[in-house]
């Protein structure tokens, strides 16, 4: 096996010293584009790859990141995961990914286990556990190192650092809003993990809207619920017991359990009930009909997310200087849903 070759070979070879090749292969505006030409395109001749182990040593960075994801089942967090990937991937860095399977243990756990010099900082979304305990400690604990962390999704007030989150109430409100442009009236709302500040939030956009335009909230037409055990026995409970034209879903799996209740009663979507649901993921895209639905672009979420803690572990941006990046959201419309027909 030949031998890798090395920065110090680049540069005898092409008779520059080691700091140019250093800093071309670095893209340094300090050196000429012509100059960066014939050193990358030797060292890729010579299939040069970097030593990451010697320059973490010297840099004191392990250029690898720390990724905490609470379900990955969850299409969202799959997407998001995806565009963490790309990101880090175009800027150098690997990542390290951790499950915590929503547990407050395994999230610090998983945390003290890495912020040992093993990552440069986290990307992470909070567990359901550690939102409903609100104990925070293991998080200000790594912020006190020095450590980066950009939190997305489910974040919390209480975390001084970066966050990437969607406008849940604006979305909300939104989607309330399009169901009633298109005739619907008595809408109904079904939200699942009740404790989640995102999904209060969401609940809150669509009494918003409602009541924006002289709708009166009616309490029978929501469901409650932890998660989705019952939940075709409450929709159907509810649909014997009221008049309803239309449902939103805060979450996917609700439209898409939603949508087999409806079916199976011979309702007719969207002619006699349309369905608006959240995230835009493959079962709002394979239901029958196919779910209208938010789409949170969580693979821009991912990236955004990514660049900001990259900026901070290489210094581009101030550690102090904290900041949350809302994610526009876009309606994206399907069979499940009426035509436009009367605008506000």
């Keep these: 096996m030949n031998k890798r070759i090395t920065i110090k070979q680049i540069a005898k070879a092409l008779s520059v010293s080691i700091s140019t090749v250093s800093k071309a292969l670095n893209d340094s505006y300090e050196i000429s584009d012509e100059t960066k030409k014939k050193i990358k395109d030797y060292a890729k001749l010579h299939k040069y790859k970097p030593n990451t182990l010697a320059l973490s040593l010297q840099n004191k960075k392990t250029k690898t990141i720390g990724i905490i994801i609470p379900n990955i089942l969850n299409y969202y967090f799959a997407r998001a995961l995806r565009g963490i990937e790309k990101a880090t991937t175009e800027r150098g860095y690997n990542i390290i990914t951790c499950i915590t399977n929503e547990s407050h ?19 992470a979304c909070l567990s359901v556990e550690t939102l409903k305990t609100k104990n925070f400690d293991h998080f200000h604990n790594i912020i006190e190192e020095g450590t980066p962390i950009v939190l997305y999704d489910r974040v919390h007030k209480n975390i001084h650092c970066d966050k990437v989150v969607t406008d849940n109430i604006k979305s909300a409100y939104k989607a309330t809003r399009f169901l009633m442009r298109s005739e619907c009236k008595i809408i109904a709302l079904i939200t699942t993990s009740e404790g989640l500040k995102i999904n209060k939030f969401r609940v809150k956009g669509y009494l ?7 709708i009166e909230p009616n309490e029978n037409l929501i469901i409650r619920l932890e998660d989705e055990t019952n939940l075709k026995e409450r929709i159907n409970h509810m649909l ?29 979507i969207p002619e006699d009930i349309a369905i608006v649901g959240f995230t ?10 196919p779910l209208t639905s938010v789409n949170r672009f969580a693979h821009t979420t991912g990236e955004v997310a990514a660049n900001r803690l990259i900026d901070k572990i290489e210094g581009k941006i101030e550690f102090e200087n904290i900041k949350t990046e809302i994610i526009k959201t876009k309606l994206v419309e399907r069979d499940s849903t009426k035509k436009m027909f009367v605008k506000f």
């Excluded at 898409?256 to 309702?267: D, F, H, K, S, Y």
């Excluded at 835009?280 to 009909?289: A, K």
Aim: no cysteine; net charge negative; proline share 2%.
């Design 105 to 123: 243990k395994k999230e610090v756990d998983t945390m003290e286990m890495l912020s040992n010099g093993t990552i440069d900082g986290f990307i």
């Design 208 to 214: 918003k809207a409602l009541t924006k335009y002289g």
């Design 240 to 268: 014997d017991t009221n008049n309803v034209d239309a449902i939103f879903t805060i979450d996917e799996i609700s439209g898409a359990i939603a949508t087999q209740v409806l079916n199976a009663r011979g309702i007719q």
């Design 280 to 289: 835009n993921g493959i079962l709002s895209r394979y239901s029958s009909p």
